[in-house]
């Protein structure tokens, strides 16, 4: 393979499976050429950007499938290359052969990612665009897939353009001010006003790091686990929030030995609820397990429910049991209300204590005010925030931080008096981090790891 053929890339944009229609895209220098012999429509005769009848036929040029056919030259493409779309009827098979044809004919199978790559690469859009990308077609809610439009449409890029162009500003007056330090008229700014602008730009950025609270939660969700002793009521909780039949619920202690989950949507956000087998010693191996892997949830879960069976005095076992969950954020319920109450819950308030709700998981009182329960604890801010596009990933919290604390360290270089090169290292510093944040500067395994995650055909 020459050089220029190594750089066409080829892969299915749609996913696998049988379906009406299913569409190849090539991308690269050669996409054109490869295309017209695939399908025998010539780029040079055929309008870009729109379809076309055509026969798509494998690399010995016998007909695989009709279909049709879209040219995209560059720069106006996804990817920034030439690109040829071909749509074929959505059988694997048919993809397979015309993939194959088109690499027979010099293009090579397209890396996970390599698409979206190309496009970053070529300034289609920048890594955060790139992310956004990603993460709509991944979105579990409408919330969520809203708050990914926004950073795919640049929202995020547009959120700190303003703050860079203001320290940018900030730094060419610092470095003026250095170049004419010893000609003390000269200053072109005084201490007070470097320091009030790096403040107020430090308040902004600080302000946008805010988003993040809800943009994380809206990309990756949030893990609620049930937690308690056996039988007190965790699986038919968990039906009851999913409206579902989902775990068994009879009345023998030790029903769930492994963890079940299902997913709801709260304001917006995915909450996955899990159902955890009863906290307790117990000999039987399977059961053991069950618990092991109940503590496992109970360790990485946003938020614990942690039931009492309240038509019970509460015993050692939910005392033990309690006390895994106590120091972590928690509600505690007091199930089973339908029935006659003896356990107010008293002496079940550990330092991760979020409130006390009492309902009944069969009959559905009490269930509204958990929900709205959730919420609170889940669902950070306003929709105000929604107003921009909030910072999605910790990637992007990160590099917001570290400009965050390099405009501090700014600060109080400029409020010790000293000598202005501080300063201006700061801000610069600052100017780089949210340069990563976009992606203007990149290391290698960043990017790999980003784009690395995408699917094939992104
Ligand atoms: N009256 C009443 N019974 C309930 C309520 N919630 C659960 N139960 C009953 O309590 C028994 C145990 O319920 P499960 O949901 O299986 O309890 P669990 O906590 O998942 O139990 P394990 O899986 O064994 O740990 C069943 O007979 C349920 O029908 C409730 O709110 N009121
Ligand atoms: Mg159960």
Do not use: W
């Amino acid at each position: 393979m020459d050089d220029a053929a190594a750089t066409t890339i080829v892969a299915p944009v749609t996913p696998p499976g049988a379906g009406a229609v299913s569409i190849l895209r090539l991308s690269g220098d050669r996409a054109f050429p490869i295309a017209r012999r695939l399908t025998g429509v010539d780029p040079a005769a055929h309008p870009p950007r729109t379809l076309s009848r055509c026969a798509a036929r494998d690399a010995s040029g016998k007909e695989i499938d009709s279909g049709l056919v879209a040219y995209f030259p560059a720069p106006n493409s996804f990817t920034g290359e030439d690109v040829a779309e071909i749509h074929l009827h959505g059988n694997p098979i048919l993809l397979e052969e015309v993939a194959a044809a088109a690499c027979a004919s010099g293009a090579r199978p397209a890396e996970a990612g390599e698409f979206s790559r190309r496009a970053f690469e070529n300034g289609k859009m920048d890594l955060t665009q790139a992310e956004g990308l990603c993460d709509l077609i991944l979105a579990r809610t409408a919330a969520s897939a809203r708050a990914a439009l926004r950073q795919l449409n640049g929202g995020i890029r547009d959120a700190v353009a303003p703050l860079k162009e203001r320290m940018l500003s900030l730094l060419v007056l610092l470095e003026a001010s250095i170049d004419f330090s010893d000609e003390e008229d000269l200053a072109l700014l005084s201490v007070a006003q470097i320091s009030e602008r790096v403040s107020e730009i430090r308040a902004s950025l600080f302000a946008y790091l805010k988003s993040y609270d809800l943009g994380h939660r809206l990309r990756e969700g949030a893990t609620v686990a049930i937690a308690g002793v056996a039988n007190v009521g965790k699986s038919r909780l968990l039906n009851r929030l999913l409206g579902e039949e989902r775990a068994i619920v009879t009345e023998v202690p030790g029903t769930t030995r492994d963890y079940l989950s299902g997913e709801i949507t709260l304001s917006g956000i995915p909450v996955r609820l899990v159902d955890t087998a009863g906290l307790r010693e117990t000999e039987d191996p399977v059961e053991r397990e069950g618990v092991r892997r109940s503590r496992e949830i109970l360790a990485g879960a946003d938020l614990s429910l942690f039931l009492l069976d309240a038509s019970r005095p509460a015993d050692d076992g939910d005392r033990g049991a309690y006390a895994e969950v106590a120091g972590r954020p928690h509600l505690l319920l007091l199930n089973k209300s339908d029935l006659p109450s003896v356990e107010s819950g008293k002496g079940f308030y550990g330092g991760g204590s979020r409130g006390i709700l009492s309902l009944s998981a069969k009959t559905g009182e009490g269930i509204a005010g958990l929900l709205e329960a959730l919420a609170r604890e889940l669902v950070p801010g306003g929709s105000a925030m929604m107003a921009e596009a909030p910072m999605t990933r910790l990637r992007h919290a990160d590099a917001v931080r570290k400009a965050v604390s390099a405009l501090e360290r700014a600060e109080r270089a400029v409020g010790e008096g000293l000598s202005l090169e501080f300063p201006a290292a700061d801000v610069r510093e600052a100017m780089l981090a949210l340069a990563e944040l976009t992606g203007e500067i990149a290391p290698e395994e960043v990017l790999n790891s980003i784009f690395g995650s995408f699917c094939i055909g992104k």
